[in-house]
T-cell receptor
């Protein structure tokens, strides 16, 4: 069965410093992978997706993620955090014919 | 382009009252549809998903039910709400028949049970 692990429940960074949110997946097949962001009392917004093309995926708002099959990882990064990046982030895996599997989420705090 | 509408945005209901939350999708046909619940500070729990009209799967036993009376309409209901039904309810859609298309979410409904 698929599973998604987000190793950090909470990450705190200073504004202007890099962001790293970690995600590892477990799947019998190479899944499609997604990162979503959720601001308080809002729905989830798609940041980026990996679908077996380029392993380095660029998304919106300066975020990117790299798929590493050998490490079964899909970590989300951003070179310089902005106050507006403070939110909850979810890593999601999907294999055709199965349901989307969500990680537990990582709360990102950005300090001034 | 495709859009998803979910309403109401907030709802306060007494214990034992009925519930109806509605979700509609525009700009696509035969979408897969989903209902999730998110408890405070928690991740997402899949409640129901649907691959077509009157084709609905329930993921967890609960006090809720779902219906899909039209291709792009998904309704979450309850006959008698419990305190434990409080939470943030999210509707989502995805393109059917593909392996690499993401889900797209509505803005959610904050449900408070008194």
């Amino acid at each position: 069965a698929q599973s998604v692990t987000q190793l950090d429940s909470h990450v705190s960074v200073s504004e202007g410093t890099p962001v790293l949110l970690r995600c590892n997946y477990s799947s019998s097949y190479s899944p499609s992978l997604f990162w979503y962001v959720q601001h308080p009392n809002k729905g989830l917004q798609l940041l980026l997706k990996y679908t077996s093309a380029a392993t380095l995926v660029k998304g919106i708002n300066g975020f990117e993620a790299e798929f590493k099959k050998s490490e079964t990882s899909f970590h989300l990064t951003k070179p310089s955090a902005h106050m507006s990046d403070a939110a909850e982030y979810f890593c999601v895996a999907y294999n055709y014919g199965q349901n989307f599997v969500f990680g537990p989420g990582t709360r990102l705090s950005v300090l001034p | 382009s495709q859009t998803i509408h979910q309403w109401p945005a907030t709802l306060v209901q007494p214990v034992g009252s009925p519930l109806s939350l509605e979700c509609t999708v525009e700009g696509t046909s035969n979408p897969n549809l989903y209902w999730y619940r998110q408890a405070a500070g928690r991740g997402l729990q899949l409640l129901f998903y649907s691959i077509g009209i009157d084709q609905i799967s329930s993921e967890v036993p609960q006090n809720l039910s779902a219906s899909r009376p039209q291709d792009r309409q998904f309704i979450l209901s309850s006959k008698k709400l419990l305190l434990s039904d409080s939470g943030f309810y999210l509707c989502a859609w995805s393109r059917s028949g593909t392996s690499n298309q993401p889900q797209h979410f509505g803005d959610g409904t904050r449900l408070s049970i008194l």
